[in-house]
């Protein structure tokens, strides 16, 4: 069964530099998430999207954005990049018209040196 | 915000061992799901818990939503070594299309 893609898996920066995460969801479904995973730590909600309106912002900093395309993948924003960013970044999809029910991607690996 | 309260921490265990896990909220949560990572690779689902009192089976593993709908527990019979890896609750206040609160995590290792 097709999964949740995400690329790239690792990405390396430089502080105040951007980068951008991309996410394609399981086909069908129309609503996709964004989570934070720091070393050790659980996944933290930071973004969601719901036919391609934002449906749930959480503790997501001002130097992030993101959007949900036509095509419903998404893509993350980050700029002004800072060391605190590095982190497992994952995406998750779901189909609204079912019950809850969200998988995730194999995740980002951002970097910030 | 919401909190999920997860224990243990960490559990060392002998193969063939049963266990469980649980979590608990302050916050009345109307579906929970228990996923299992391994290092450096994104959550997966095990288990999804719909309505109060639910009790759900996959394989070797058995969750509990509970009655308050503000705990859930997980078993695991018979372990087995590729069953290490840690264990996260999770709690959604909808039933669809909302955001996922988790809990901090169980770390389970399988001694052989």
């Known amino acids: 069964a097709a999964g949740v893609i995400q690329s790239p898996r690792h990405l390396i920066k430089e502080k105040r530099e951007t980068a951008t995460l991309k996410c394609y969801p399981i086909?069908?479904?129309?609503?996709v998430y964004w989570y934070q995973q720091g070393p050790g730590q659980d996944p933290q909600f930071l973004i969601s999207f719901y036919e391609k309106m934002q449906s749930d912002k959480g503790s997501i900093p001002d130097r992030f954005s993101a959007q949900q395309f036509s095509d419903y993948h998404s893509e993350l924003n980050m700029s002004s990049l800072e060391l605190g960013d590095s982190a497992l970044y994952f995406c998750a999809s779901s189909n609204r018209g079912a019950q809850e029910t969200q998988y995730f991607g194999p995740g980002t690996r951002l970097l910030v040196l | 915000g919401q909190q999920l309260n997860q224990s243990p921490q960490s559990m060392f265990i002998q193969e063939g061992e049963d266990v469980s896990m649980n979590c608990t909220s302050s916050?009345?949560?109307?579906?929970w799901l228990w996923y299992k990572q391994d290092p450096g690779e994104g959550p997966v689902l095990l288990i999804a818990l719909y309505k109060a009192g639910e009790l759900t089976s996959n394989g070797r593993l058995t969750a509990q939503f509970g009655i308050t709908r503000k705990d859930s527990f997980l078993n695991i019979s018979a372990s087995i070594p590729s069953d290490v890896g840690i264990y996260f609750c999770a709690g959604s206040l909808e039933t669809s299309g909302s955001r996922l609160t988790f809990g901090e995590g169980t770390q389970l290792t399988v001694n052989p």
């Open positions: 086909p069908r479904h129309d609503t």
């Open positions: 916050s009345i949560f109307n579906t």
